[in-house]
T-cell receptor, first 114, second 114 residues
Framework: NAGVTQTPKFQVLKTGQSMTLQCAQDMNHNSMYWYRQDPGMGLRLIYYSASEGTTDKGEVPNGYNVSRLNKREFSLRLESAAPSQTSVYFC?????????????FGEGSWLTVV | QKEVEQDPGPLSVPEGAIVSLNCTYS??????FMWYRQYSRKGPELLMYTYSSGNKEDGRFTAQVDKSSKYISLFIRDSQPSDSATYLC??????????????FGPGTRLSVLP
């Protein structure tokens, strides 16, 4: 089972460059999420998509955009990267109902903005 | 006061010790409680899931929820060096599938020394 797959795993960007982080899940989950994790800050929600066709801002959305391409895929775009966006990014997904009370994460994307 | 508090550690124990990891929370609406294990350079993986108050056991791991005290614990028996990781607690309010309802603790870093 692949679960949640995200690419790329590592990326170095120059300030002002743009890039898209890709995420796909094969668990038929309705909801998908993008988090960033920074030392001492824990996991912070950037954007989420409760279901296909909807997206909403989380705790730290500034500087990011998202697209829920279909039920499986949820991408995160940095339009003009800034050093403050250096972080580890995690995509996650959850179902509705019973097992929807847990959330499953990808392996992470390490982004450095210089 | 943060919604979920967790001792960041690091916590170092000898192999074979019993480990107790704890989280406190302030919102009495939380109903679903999870523990995640995160190895270095990896995504969080679901370890234990419990609903409401009580205990749940899975091998060497026991999750305990005390809703009256707003306190949850994860116990690891016969700890092994392979248990060395960061442990995150997480909780959720309702079955409704709204992304912002997952709240994470900052994580406790555990080292089990051979």
């Amino acid at each position: 089972n692949a679960g949640v797959t995200q690419t790329p795993k590592f990326q170095v960007l120059k300030t002002g460059q743009s890039m898209t982080l890709q995420c796909a899940q094969d668990m038929n989950h309705n909801s998908m999420y993008w988090y960033r994790q920074d030392p001492g800050m824990g996991l912070r929600l950037i954007y989420y998509s409760a279901s296909e066709g909807t997206t909403d801002k989380g705790e730290v959305p500034n500087g990011y955009n998202v697209s829920r391409l279909n039920k499986r895929e949820f991408s995160l775009r940095l339009e003009s990267a800034a050093p403050s966006q250096t972080s580890v990014y995690f995509c996650a997904s959850s179902a509705q109902g019973g097992s929807g009370n847990t959330i499953y994460f990808g392996e992470g994307s390490w982004l450095t903005v210089v | 006061q943060k919604e979920v508090e967790q001792d960041p550690g690091p916590l170092s124990v000898p192999e074979g010790a019993i480990v107790s990891l704890n989280c406190t929370y302030s919102n009495s609406a939380f109903q679903y409680f999870m523990w995640y294990r995160q190895y270095s350079r990896k995504g969080p993986e679901l370890l234990m899931y419990t609903y409401s108050s009580g205990n749940k056991e899975d091998g060497r791991f026991t999750a305990q929820v005390d809703k009256s005290s707003k306190y949850i614990s994860l116990f690891i028996r016969d700890s092994q060096p392979s248990d060395s990781a960061t442990y995150l607690c997480a909780m959720r309010m309702t079955r409704d599938n709204y992304g912002q309802n997952f709240v994470f603790g900052p994580g406790t870093r555990l080292s089990v020394l051979p």
